[in-house]
Each structure stands twice: as structure tokens, then as C-alpha cells.
């Protein structure tokens, strides 16, 4: 069935370091990604999404880019800040599938 | 708007108690999801209803019963909690196969 692997957390990092947070996945067929991100005591927003081979997705200064020759679709970040402090996921959903399928997820922390 | 919003915040059950999670959507959106979300695990889907008067099971339905009430409202009932249930439910909402998932706050449940 289809699979989401993200890198084992946690992630501490200092404020303005380079972020990456690693995901690949395993599917059937040709799935979109994306990035949901839950902030403490919150619910999950949409980080971004991309819907095919190739495709950027972007928002508030992250980007994932879909590479299925790797099946991947690693998270990234120039320069983090406390603000980021959040848990990440990676998540697919297949055509005409009504499920996303969630990866474990990756708690970040940034220290000032 | 409210967005997707979730009653209760958070309940303690004895093992062997039932209980009801609320769950409404004020954005007109056709299809509504329960996930579950435990450490580790990222978030499971338990039971899904992708329009008003269906509802089909998802990874981990065992244990637990929906009601599709109206398009607005999706309810999670628990008939004999058990300690295995302790987890944060989630609540969603999308318009179509391809729209964004929308989450409500969630609800942290502990059974006793």
C-alpha cells in the first residue's frame, strides 16, 4: 500500500540555520504531495503541495520539490526562525483517492 | 468564517464509558474525515464521508461509529472507550477529491 517516510525527529536548530526535513514516499500510480504543519495546541494547515513530477511548491519561505525519480519530497528552508518551532508532516494522496496518507511526523525546535 | 470546529477540547473517560466527538464545517464542503493521532504515527484515518448520507471505514475504524448527521456535521462515537483509544482526534473537510483538507483543533481524549 502507499507509504510515507519522513526523517526521525526531533530537529533542534539556532535561528537562521538551513532546514531540511527528509520525506519519501511509496505509491501506486501518480499521488500529490504535500507539507501540513501543526503548530502547539493547533490543528494541521497546508504548508504546500505539489501535484506532479517536477512541481515546486512553496509558501512562507519553504520549498519542497516533487522528484519522483527518487520517490522524495524533502522539505526546506533557507534561514529558520522560533516562529517555525512546529511539528511537521508529509503526507500523499492518490488520484480519485479520498485519503491522505500521513508520514510519522518531524518535530522542529529553533532556539533563538 | 469558523472553519472546521470540534467539541469537546479534551475529555477524560473510564475504560468502558461511551462518549460522542462533534465535529461541524461551515464551508460547504461535501466530504468529512476522523483521523487519530498518536506519537510516532502521524495521523490515521478512522472513518471518512466523502458526501452527506455515506460514510466508509479508513485504516483504523475498530472500536468506533460515525454519523453523517447533515453536510455540515460528522460525528465519532466511542460505545466502550477503551485505554487504546487515548489519543488526539482530528477532524477534517474537503470540497472535492482534489481540494485542500481542512482540520479542526482537535480533541485530546485520555480513557482511564
Known amino acids: 500500500g502507499d507509504s510515507v517516510t519522513q526523517m526521525e525527529g526531533p530537529v533542534t ?8 526535513i527528509n520525506c519519501t514516499y511509496t505509491a501506486t500510480g501518480y499521488p500529490s504531495l504535500f507539507w501540513y504543519v501543526q ?7 497546508l ?7 517536477d512541481d515546486k511548491g512553496s509558501n512562507k519561505g519553504f520549498e519542497a520539490t516533487y522528484r ?3 520517490t522524495s ?10 516562529s517555525d518551532s512546529a511539528v511537521y508532516f508529509c503526507a500523499l494522496k492518490n488520484q480519485g483517492a479520498q485519503k491522505l496518507v500521513f508520514g510519522q511526523g518531524t518535530r522542529l525546535t529553533i532556539n533563538p | 468564517n469558523a472553519g472546521v470546529t470540534q467539541t469537546p477540547k479534551f475529555q477524560v473517560l473510564k475504560t468502558g464509558q461511551s462518549m460522542t466527538l462533534q465535529c461541524a464545517q461551515d464551508m460547504n464542503h461535501n466530504s468529512m474525515y476522523w483521523y487519530r493521532q ?8 478512522i472513518y471518512y464521508s466523502a458526501s452527506e448520507g455515506t460514510t466508509d471505514k479508513g485504516e483504523v475504524p475498530n472500536g468506533y461509529n460515525v454519523s453523517r ?13 477503551a485505554p487504546s483509544q487515548t489519543s488526539v482526534y482530528f477532524c477534517a ?12 483543533p482537535g480533541t485530546r481524549l485520555t480513557v482511564l
Open chain 1, 13 to 20: 536548530l539556532s535561528e537562521e540555520a538551513f532546514l531540511t
Open chain 2, 93 to 104: 473537510s474537503r470540497e472535492g477529491l482534489a481540494g485542500e483538507q481542512f482540520f479542526g
Open chain 2, 69 to 81: 448527521l447533515n453536510k455540515r456535521e460528522f460525528s465519532l462515537r466511542l460505545e466502550s472507550a
Open chain 1, 73 to 82: 519530497f524533502h522539505l526546506e528552508k533557507g534561514s529558520v526562525q522560533v
Open chain 2, 38 to 45: 498518536d506519537p510516532g504515527m502521524g495521523l490515521r484515518l
Open chain 1, 39 to 45: 503548530y502547539p495546541g493547533e490543528g494541521l494547515q
Open chain 1, 47 to 53: 504548508l504546500l503541495k505539489a501535484t506532479k513530477a
Open chain 1, 68 to 70: 519522483k525519480e527518487t
